[in-house]
């Protein structure tokens, strides 16, 4: 059974950082590219980074391209989303998610099957 827990999350102003984590039990993250999405209220959850399996090749959303950075620590079973510049539009609920199929990518929420509870951001301007 995998199980992803995501944190890190909190209220900032404007134009501050956070970095939030996601760590996984059950099985492994070796292998599985991973992806954050998030979601605000009343609006479809949407994709905002995905880092491939081997940690070499990293997608952005348009809108945080720049400001956010993706990374992987598969010895700590950890992923991290690295969140500088913050604005307003980026408050939402973030998820971390891994898909069941090895080595496949997708920009799509509904193809990924495991998914983490959330943490909240939410950026005060």
């Known amino acids: 059974q995998v199980q992803l827990v995501e944190s890190g999350g909190g209220v900032v102003q404007a134009g501050e950082s956070l970095r939030l984590s996601c760590v996984r039990t059950?099985?492994?993250?070796?292998?599985?590219?991973m992806a954050w999405f998030r979601q605000a209220p009343g609006k479809d959850r949407e994709f905002v980074a995905l880092i491939d399996w081997r940690g070499s090749r990293t997608n952005y959303a348009d809108s945080v391209k720049g400001r956010f950075t993706i990374s992987r620590d598969d010895a700590n079973n950890a992923v991290y989303l690295q969140m500088t510049s913050l604005e307003p539009d980026d408050t939402a609920n973030y998820y971390c998610?891994?898909?069941?199929?090895?080595?496949?990518?997708?920009?799509?929420?509904?193809?990924?099957?495991?998914w983490g509870q959330g943490t909240q951001v939410t950026v005060i301007s």
């Open positions: 059950g099985a492994t993250f070796s292998n599985y590219n």
């Open positions: 998610a891994r898909r069941w199929k090895q080595f496949t990518t997708s920009f799509s929420p509904g193809d990924y099957n495991y």
